[in-house]
């Protein structure tokens, strides 16, 4: 963790009190142009200095021999395409590539995995290189070292021999393993024996080195690299934010895993550690994405005191159109009520027939709808008057019921109903009355309840703390016992819901079933078919009226001890533990408050919370278990590398393993490796029965190494193939030495 913050430092990002840092996130590489070199005739026309390619498939580095470091240093990539508007075909190389929208889109790389399969966009980068070194002969008079991957086809060989010998007219070439020139160049004395371990771009790669000479037969290959991890990174990202408002590149991925990951010292031990809030701030890193935030205008005081005038004067207009519909609305009931009253009056002119015609007419069936519309209408007209002129409303009288005490012998038909009606409004205004009098009652007994729980909390405070602490105890743990049981009888599987699920086919059964099912009875298949378990389903909803009364009733307790524990806080309540408290909030989320909703920052939706995955991406190298990889562990296949060597020649393989490549600059490997190889070695009294090292630069050495060999005249002239020998023996023809790959016949 401190070569992480020392790292952070070392980026000029300041840890804040959290140790929580918003890395802002690039969107792509940035364009860096590669240099032309213009010395060639006057430093290297003239000489045979040997030209040294390190062709890797993430990044090509080439130089002359006679320097320390490599003149050309750029990805190993092209793109091709075609201008439309200006009728111009367009070729990019290396770094040149992101220059370019179209270059980036159209970007294609001569391997397939580690290995060279496509020679004519090897051959544009070859080009690109001797032209930036300024070889502008139509020959390459100069010997050439080329690193190549382990266990390199034939076929593929030799389609690089032919480039190089019959497009170039090179001299003579010399292959090796990139991993076993950087083990030359940390230490040429102890390169006769080792291990290498190459954990490169695509695979890693564990290598024996035993008395000077490879054994390629006892290598072996872990499908785990940066480019797999890079991908495991873009994946746990997409399933983490699977609605990010921005689409994640590779390319962001890749920086992620550069960036933040580490190597955990136990993972079991450090995936715990997460769960502590406290270490949590210290390794959670949040990646700030770029995003647009809205432009908010902010007005002047003029303009807001226009605005508040328009408003007033827009509710003044409404207040006018309220008043002029409520005028139109009386007249309207006005002239409906001296209608009813005409056709009242105009009983006893007009003939039955024609009477009942008319009120028909006007929607009523017979007269005593006529006098409820009348009385209806009265009473609205009087309330809006009393409303416009600002007369509150008098007290209503008890409702009185005087055809109740009548016998029916002494009424009339019409009366008759009407008494109907009448004990039907009388029913309902004592209904209503006796639930006025239960809510009076009620009303007293919870003040009566909360006067006695006051004296009782004054006289013995602490006894009733304890009463109410475990009342709420009791009602907590009766809600969760409800919930865990509820999502028990929501999985077929569980032996809750199997239960519930035989008692309702008991009940279904028109017959008891027996005690003991014998043999040759017919066996019960209720359940076996989805739609007995959708029937279960409905028989199964429980009211939510009780969970209800129960969750008032535990906000109840808890106010009360929120006003009078000072032990009892907010953090302490039931709603406290809600899912934005849970781990997986804060693994998504981070400790911080988050809630997008009320647009508490519209940064916070556009940021990655990068936490697990720093230590479950390297992880997989150790464990490729965890990505559904069907291989052994990095340690694990160091193991069986040793097993297949005598107790001395294990001795001196332990003594020296070299880390090497790109993932070798992940913080924590070379530590982890310390400890996990002391694991499968026997016991010794020496402390010093094993060394592990990184290499002193993981990128270059492979280059250096290399540039190392070509130095070596003599060396060269043992192990360099020559336009000769590949004329006679083939382009997949190679000379056997400690560096390279051997010699396999078809």
Sequence with gaps: MARQEQQDTDMGLDLDEDHVVLYPMQTEKQYAPTPDYSDYKESFASTSTPLVIDNGSWQCRAGWATEDRPRLIFDNQIAKFRDRKANISNTFVGND??????????????????????????????????????????????????????????????????????????????????????????????????????????FSHIIPVSGGRVHMEHAKRISYGGVPASEYMLKLMQMKYPTFPVKMTTFQSETLFINHTYVAHDYLEELASYEDPEVFKTKDRVVQFPFVAPVIEEKSEEEQAKLAAKRKEQGRRLQEQAAKARLEKLIQREQDLEQYMALKNSRTTLKKVEWMEQLKSMGLKEEADLDAAIKTTDAAIKRARNKELGIEEEEKEPPTFPLLSVPDEELSEADRKEKKKQRLLKASYDARMRAKAAKAEEAAHQEELARLEAEKREKEPQKWLAEMHAKRQELVDKIKAKKQLRQQLSDRRSHASQLRMKSIAALASDSPPPKRRRKGQDEDTFGQDDEDWMVYREISRDDDSEDEEEATLLNDYEQQLLKHDPNFHEEHTMNAYTPKNSFLHYYANGLGPYDPAVGLSLAQTYQLHVNVERIRVPEALFQPGIIGLDQTGLIETIQDVLKRFDAQARQRLVQNVLVTGGVAQVPGLIDRLNNSIRSILPYSPDKKTYEVRAARDCLLDAWKGAAMVARDSRRMQRIAVTRQEYEEYGGSYIKEHELGNVQVTA
């Design 97 to 202: 590539v992101y220059s370019d929208v179209l270059a980036r889109s159209n970007a294609r790389t001569a391997f397939d995995g580690t290995v060279m399969c496509n020679p004519e966009i090897m051959e544009t980068v070859l080009d690109y290189i001797f032209i930036k070194l300024g070889i502008d002969a139509e020959e390459i008079n100069h010997p050439l070292v080329m690193t190549e991957p382990v266990c390199v086809p034939l076929y593929n060989r030799n389609l690089m021999s032919e480039l190089l010998f019959e497009s170039y007219q090179v001299p003579s070439v010399t292959y090796g393993i990139d991993s076993l020139f950087s083990l030359y160049a940390n230490d040429s004395e102890r390169s006769r024996d080792g291990i290498v371990v190459s954990a490169g771009h695509h």
